[in-house]
């Protein structure tokens, strides 16, 4: 090896190490301020490391006796509930719209699938009114039947996108073994490609509750009673009612990344096939 | 062709005609059925009512029997306004940053994690989380960081000699726009790192060490060898990042709600302010339909990036 080639080696660390900064000195900021009193986290300079750290923002978003924590963790319940509905129902949905594209030959096929994909593309702010309009019309506003239909028409795209993919990648020949053994198209599918498809289904699934569990624009538009808020647009509240208590806001913003940022870890290798399956063709 | 999973659809020939064919494939349908019906009232209604309405006067209290036809007016409101074009340059600028300065961030994590050593996996790790978070968590988060008395960044600069006094990011003219940008990149870049990695992987390593061999440098192992290889997913993913930032909204409306004096004011942003702040639903359909008609050219182009590397494929 030259010394060239070391060179440009210890470029990429020094690069690594910048961009790691870049990455986690804004969360750590955040945790930092997150375990500071009020007073602490408004002072000029500011306290790089906290003089006395205090649990006592996170004690109280997650203590249901105390009027904070009671709505902070119903609005977790909220945001689980409405994840957890628009990820099963999605899949639901998906897995045989997913397998019809990957596997059979119906005229309109590249037409139908091509119109699902550009759906990702339209931004939700514009679809807020007529989709407004649309739920009050079903008598949907004001429930979360409204937020769960509309996340699962976002997310439809991207997860039959995804499982098509993953459908792409078992082999025909496994179903035609087992229509030669007897079994209907359906068994075929249910049988032997539903079990094989299951890390994509995973895959799927993660996206479709980050997705759900982030939304913003949506719930802070279909929804009208306090307790029914999901945590993004619950912790609004932070702003709202107290002269902004930006330790709490830290604590619940915190509390709020938890879930995902674990199911994220838990899942990384779905996750990372999911976010590039169909870009890289190798 | 080996795909016709269905033996009795293999004996159909292309000039059995449509209506056959549809017949013959019915039990198809059966499969994408659930997600059409559900894809069709969510979408094509709300466009088709977009477009519709976009030619419309209407009252702020959304009483559709009460609106009245202004034909093309509302297009000629837009484009004749002086805010357009500002709004216009702002999301260019706003979607074109960040599109640019993700995806080199992006492309240097890819090229430096390509190797491995021990810590990459939680490196890759670490560095995907403001992906992964809600853009609302991040916009607090960095709201906070850019305080105009008590944020980090302001006391950081005054620290290191940069500045006398903490600037004030967010409420100033100059700055606001920069300022989002840079929460935009933190926020996406790891997702052209992600995109570019599993690109990185389809480089043949022996191209590479043939191209030592023959007294390549670093560079020109680069662009000679990886770098045609990265093209087709750099395409998808720069397309992909644009039709992001060109859509993001929480950020901007979180941070600044497009202010000071419209400095960071993007279209989304913008067309959210006349529907729901000044009710105006008539000009704000006929904006969202140029937004559409922006969204349909880079959707093309998503769709041919996309389709390019399908032609090669099996199937």
């Given amino acids: 090896m030259s010394g060239r080639v070391d060179g440009w080696r210890w470029a990429g660390r020094v690069f690594l190490v910048l961009i790691l900064l870049f990455t986690a000195v804004p969360m750590v900021w955040m945790l930092l301020t997150s375990i500071k009193s009020q007073f602490a986290a408004m002072q000029y300079p500011p306290q790089w490391w906290p003089k006395e750290p205090t649990l006592q923002n996170y004690t109280k978003l997650l203590d249901p006796t105390n009027p904070v924590g009671n709505d902070f963790l ?44 550009l759906r990702n593309m339209f931004p939700a702010v514009v679809f807020l009114m007529p989709l407004f309009i649309l739920m009050r019309w079903l008598g949907l506003v004001g429930t979360h039947g409204s937020l769960i239909l509309t996340y699962l028409t976002f997310g439809l795209p991207l997860s039959i996108w995804l499982l098509k993919g993953f459908y792409d990648n078992i082999p025909i020949q496994l179903e035609q073994a087992a229509r030669i053994d007897g079994a209907t198209r359906f068994q075929a599918f249910l049988l032997i490609v539903m079990p094989l498809s299951v890390p994509g289904i995973l895959a799927t699934s993660i996206f479709s509750f980050i997705g759900a569990w982030n939304e913003y624009v949506y719930a802070a538009t279909f929804l009208n009673r306090q307790d029914q808020l999901t945590l993004p647009v619950g912790i609004q509240r932070f702003f709202a009612e107290f002269a902004t208590d930006w330790p709490g806001l830290m604590a619940a913003t915190f509390l709020m990344s938890v879930p995902v940022v674990v199911l994220f870890l838990v899942l990384q290798r779905y996750f990372v096939r999911a976010l590039t399956e169909g870009a890289v063709k190798s | 062709m080996a795909v016709t999973s269905d033996p009795a659809s293999g004996s159909l020939r292309r000039d059995d005609g449509l209506l056959r064919r549809i017949v013959a494939h019915r039990a198809d349908y059966a499969y994408v059925l659930p997600a059409l019906v559900v894809m069709m009232v969510v979408i094509a209604y709300p466009i088709w009512f977009t477009i519709d309405m976009s030619f419309y006067k209407t009252p702020a ?65 670490i560095l995907l989380i403001p992906y992964v978070i809600s853009a609302v968590a991040a916009s607090y988060l960095w709201k906070w960081l850019y305080h105009s008395d008590f944020g980090v960044i302001g006391a950081l600069s005054v620290q290191w000699g940069f500045t006398d006094k903490p600037i004030n990011f967010l409420d100033n003219i100059h700055t606001a726009l920069p300022s989002l940008i840079v929460v935009n990149i933190w926020r996406e870049f790891s997702f052209a790192m992600i995109m570019l990695m599993a690109g990185l992987q389809t480089v043949p390593e022996q191209l590479l060490r043939a191209a030592q061999v023959d007294g390549a440098n670093a560079w020109q192992r680069f662009w000679h060898v990886t770098a045609p290889h990265l093209k087709g997913v750099s395409m998808v993913t720069v397309l992909l990042l644009m039709v992001a930032n060109f859509n ?63 032609k090669g494929r099996p199937e």
């Fill in chain 2, 248 to 310: 993001s909204f929480i950020v901007p409306y979180l941070m600044t709600g497009g202010g000071p004096a419209g400095a960071s004011d993007i279209w989304i942003t913008h067309i959210y302010q006349i529907a729901f702040g000044r009710q105006n639903w008539g000009l704000a359909s006929a904006y969202s339909v140029i937004l559409f008609i922006v969204m349909m050219c880079l959707g093309y182009f998503y769709v041919q990036a996309l389709t390019r590397g399908d």
């Fill in chain 1, 74 to 117: 119903r609005y977790m319940w909220n945001s689980f509930y409405v994840s957890l509905a628009t990820t099963v129902l999605g899949v639901a949905v998906a897995v045989p719209a997913a397998y019809a594209f990957s596997r059979f030959r119906f005229p309109g096929r590249t037409f139908l699938f091509f119109a699902v994909l």
């Fill in chain 2, 61 to 125: 209290s959304l009483q559709l029997r009460d609106r009245t036809f202004v034909g093309w007016k509302n297009y000629e409101t837009i484009l004749t306004a002086p805010a357009f074009w500002s709004v216009t340059l702002n999301t260019v600028i706003w979607t074109l940053a960040s599109t640019f300065f993700a995806f080199l961030l992006g492309l240097g994590a890819a090229l430096s994690l390509h190797r491995e050593f021990a810590g990459r996996a939680v490196l890759r790790a």
